[in-house]
């Protein structure tokens, strides 16, 4: 099926409502914009996701180790980082409907070269130079405001008891990676990492982003994973096209095909940065960034060391020199990791004159694993049986118990939440202790006795 498909994103929504994958936040509210939940299908796929990640970044690789930094900070690592003077996207209102516009990309879309990095009165002369072609997403009007920059850090009042909120606020992170950087000394010094050595963490950030669109793509509450590496200034580039290599392997493994993928690098760089190249992934919406691998020279640890006046240097334990270490970084978004998936995933095939539409996730993110489904609902045998054979493979695997409707329909409904292999207990198991395992993918069915059910699921599910 082509990916491009403007009505794919509107299926995939659909199904993530309709079988409880992800629902709008608040919804009996009518919903909360740019804010998701994670239903129970969702929340499994997401935890494959993280666990996929820490094991690829953390547990195989000896010289990363993990934190679980707080979200709250000190106000002064936002003005070391410089969220508080520059994290700031182009907005525009529409003079007509007041919907708000993020401009560069508006100016993207009409094929026009902006980012989010310029500067207003460039902007603005952008705007200028092709208001003929830019319209309102919303009413199509083509009256706009002045472009203004709008601080996208999230405010909170948090040990402030009077009742303004601007004096002095603490803000709710804006990326992880801040956490990490703070903790650097911590780390350095109370384990055995030498440079080069990464910091991993997952964990969620907040962003007041203006559009609020595209599903899960863009949410103002995300969970980012992000790896943190600290290098000799020397060896930097060196470790950043090894960082590189190993990130782009890393979605194929977990099971995007490498035709959706993309790298695009970046050519307005920030003063700071030596390099920057994004993964794009063929959302339904087109190739956008799944994920940022950056190489940030050396000023994240000299910012947080100017503004808290620590000396976050290192000194190599062999030749006495010391630096303070260079960053460089992998840092995606669980939300559009998980985006990316059901985009590969979602299948439609015709079978029997009818449309099967079936979730393709590789099996090992799939959310549930193994359903188990007694023949008929109405026969206590069969169902005391095939309640033996889950109770059996629950304690290694994700599995469903489904005794509702007929089997045709129990299969329609583990399809749409990609279930790979769906067990049936029916009068024969009673004689013969075998079962019957029916192939997501292939549709086709193989008789394997209940003895040999683990070993044929860990060889599957694994291989
Ligand atoms: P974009 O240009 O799409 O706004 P960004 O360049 O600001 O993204 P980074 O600050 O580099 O993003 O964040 C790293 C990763 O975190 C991104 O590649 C993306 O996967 C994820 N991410 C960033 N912002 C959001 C968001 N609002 N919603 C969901 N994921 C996000």
């Known amino acids: 099926m082509k990916k491009q498909d403007n009505e794919l994103m509107d299926k995939i929504v659909a199904l993530c409502k309709r079988r409880g994958f992800i629902y709008p936040s608040s919804e009996i509210y009518g919903g909360f914009a740019a804010v998701y939940d994670y239903g129970p299908y969702g929340v499994e796929l997401e935890k494959a996701v993280k666990d996929f990640w820490w094991k690829r970044v953390v547990q195989v690789n000896q010289n990363v180790v993990g934190l679980d930094a707080a979200i709250f900070m000190h106000p002064k690592v936002w003005e070391a980082s410089g969220h508080v003077s520059g994290f700031a996207d182009p907005l525009m209102e529409c003079k007509n409907c007041h919907a708000r516009i993020r401009v560069d990309h508006a100016l993207e879309e009409i094929g026009v070269l902006a980012d989010e990095k310029m500067e207003v009165d460039e902007i603005n002369k952008l705007v200028d130079e092709n208001r003929d072609k830019l319209?309102?997403?919303?009413?199509?009007?083509?009256?706009?405001?002045?472009?203004?920059?709008?601080?996208?850090?999230?405010?909170?009042?948090?040990?402030?008891?009077?009742?303004?909120?601007?004096?002095?606020?603490?803000?709710?992170?804006?990326?992880?990676?801040?956490?990490?950087?703070?903790?650097?000394?911590?780390?350095?010094?109370?384990?055995?990492?030498k440079v080069p050595f990464g910091i991993a963490q997952i964990g969620k950030a907040f962003r007041n982003e203006i559009t609020a669109r595209q599903f899960i793509f863009r949410t103002r509450e995300f969970e980012q994973m992000e790896l943190q590496y600290f290098v000799a200034p020397e060896t930097d580039m060196d470790l950043y096209e090894k960082l590189r290599q190993d990130r782009w392997q890393y979605y194929l493994d977990l099971g995007l095909s490498e035709e959706n993928l993309k790298w695009h690098k970046h050519e307005n760089l920030v003063f700071y940065a030596k390099e920057a190249y994004d993964i794009e992934y063929n959302f339904p919406f087109g190739f956008s960034e799944l994920e940022g691998v950056h190489a940030r020279g050396n000023y994240d640890l000299s910012q947080h060391g100017k503004f808290s006046n620590e000396e976050l240097i290192y000194t190599d334990p062999k030749s006495n020199e010391t630096y303070i270490p260079h960053v460089i970084e992998a840092s995606v978004g669980v939300g559009r990791t998980v985006l990316a998936i059901l985009t590969e995933a979602y299948t439609e095939e015709e079978v029997n004159g009818e449309t099967r539409v079936v979730m393709k996730f590789s099996k090992k993110m799939a959310p549930v694993k193994v359903a188990v489904f007694p023949l008929l609902k109405n026969k206590p045998e069969l169902v005391a049986k095939a309640k033996q054979v889950f109770d059996d493979l629950k304690i290694k695997y994700m599995c469903e118990f489904d005794d509702n409707g007929n089997v045709g329909k129990r299969y329609r409904r583990q399809d749409e939440i990609g279930t790979p292999y769906c067990v049936t207990i029916d009068f024969d198991t009673l004689e013969d202790n075998a079962v019957t395992i029916r192939d997501r993918d292939t549709m086709e069915q193989s008789r394997v006795s209940i003895k040999e059910l683990h070993s044929w699921l860990e060889q599957k599910i694994n291989e």
Do not use: A, H, M, W
Not at 142 to 168: A, M, W, Y
């Open 135 to 193: 319209e309102c997403p919303n009413c199509k009007k083509k009256d706009f405001t002045q472009v203004k920059k709008f601080n996208q850090l999230v405010r909170s009042n948090l040990g402030n008891f009077t009742d303004d909120i601007n004096k002095e606020p603490v803000y709710l992170r804006g990326e992880t990676c801040q956490g990490i950087y703070v903790n650097y000394k911590n780390v350095l010094d109370s384990t055995r990492v």
